[in-house]
């Protein structure tokens, strides 16, 4: 399985984001998939993920802002990030879960916002 993100960038407070992971196969039935994302001197942390059931969860920090959602027929994942703080600036991973030790990882995409 292979994660491609795409849709990082500068953008100022306040403003709008779409972030794409396009997979190589169509995996959104077996696989959850979501978006981690990790900040310079942090941790990863999750953002969102969509489950196998198409169920779709937040972090806190999240919630409210960001919108998961997926297309089957071309095989993308996204995010869509609005009202962007510049805590939300770091280096968003799409991932997806194949097995409880085995996940998959995009190459991530730089997300950067400017107070």
């Known amino acids: 399985v292979r994660l491609m993100e795409s849709g990082g960038g500068w953008v100022q407070t306040g403003g709008s984001l779409r972030l794409s992971c396009t997979t190589s196969e169509n995996i959104f039935s077996t696989h959850p998939m979501g978006w981690y994302r990790q900040a310079p001197g942090k941790q990863r942390e999750l953002v969102a993920f969509i489950s196998n059931g198409g169920s779709d969860n937040y972090a806190d920090f999240g919630r409210g802002r960001f919108k998961i959602s997926k297309d089957n027929a071309k095989n993308t994942l996204y995010l869509q990030m609005s009202n962007l703080k510049p805590d939300d600036t770091g280096v968003y991973y799409c991932?997806?879960?194949?097995?409880?030790?085995?996940?998959?990882w995009g190459q991530g995409t730089q997300v950067t916002v400017s107070s």
């Open positions: 991932f997806a879960r194949e097995s409880w030790d085995t996940v998959h």
